[in-house]
């Protein structure tokens, strides 16, 4: 089946730093990739996705990118805020299947 | 707000005791999910519903849960006979008719502690 995690569960920077979230999968049918971001108290909140046909995607100070050969997907925040301090989820499927999220990384950001 | 909407966001209740959650989807969505969070982790998937039909079960969801969505609007999920392992966020998500996986909106979710 499908297993998603990340590698680190805490990260900290600094105000105005770009932020790098990783994310590795096992199931190498996985055609679908998603990441969430989540505030305390709060549900997921969708940020950007990316489909196994693309190896990057960019959004509005987000990019995702994706490594099919190593199964490994990033989040880059630039010019990271400290309104971007959450937990950031990676999720996946393959095909029509229901999304399997990882772990989840811890942001802080500082002033 | 037309985002999906958890009724109630907290519920304390005693072990033993039987709870009902409702979600309400975003309306032009005919799919429906189910998801459990505790501290820490990500969200489980639980169950899904596509209109009224409840396609996907996981083996989380054990006899003690049940899940309906009868008119393919809203759902609710109860849980019978509550254990404090129960405690958890679950969490209802819904999305629309494109093919394949895509974007679930969740809501705020429903808080539940067995005590």
């Known amino acids: 089946g499908e297993s998603v995690g990340l590698h680190l569960p805490t990260l900290s920077v600094q105000e105005g730093d770009n932020s790098i979230i990783n994310c590795a999968y096992s199931n190498s049918a996985s055609d679908y990739f998603i990441w969430y971001k989540q505030e305390s108290g709060k549900g997921p909140q969708f940020i950007i996705d990316?489909?196994?046909?693309?190896d990057k995607r960019q959004g509005q100070r987000v990019t995702v990118l994706l490594n099919k050969t190593v199964k490994h997907l990033s989040l880059q925040i630039a010019a990271t805020q400290p309104g971007d301090s959450a937990v950031y989820f990676c999720?996946?499927?393959?095909?029509?299947?229901?999304?399997?999220f990882g772990k989840g990384t811890m942001l802080l950001v500082s002033p | 707000d037309t985002g999906v909407s958890q009724d109630p966001r907290h519920k304390i209740t005693k072990r033993g005791q039987n709870v009902t959650f409702r979600c309400d989807p975003i309306?032009?969505?005919?799919?429906l999910y189910w998801y459990r969070q505790t501290l820490g982790q990500g969200p489980e998937f639980l169950t899904y519903?596509?209109?009224?039909?409840?396609?996907?079960k996981s083996r989380l969801l054990s006899n003690r849960f049940s899940a309906e969505r009868p008119k393919g609007s809203f759902s609710t999920l109860e849980i019978q006979r509550t254990e404090q392992g129960d405690s958890a966020m679950y969490l209802c998500?819904?999305?629309?008719?494109?093919?394949?996986?895509?974007?679930?909106?969740f809501g705020e979710g429903s808080r539940l502690t067995v005590l």
């Open positions: 309306s032009e969505h005919n799919r």
């Open positions: 990316i489909r196994s046909n693309m």
């Open positions: 999720a996946g499927a393959e095909g029509y299947s229901t999304l399997t």
């Open positions: 998500a819904s999305s629309g008719t494109g093919k394949g996986t895509g974007e679930l909106f």
């Open positions: 519903f596509q209109n009224e039909a409840q396609l996907e």
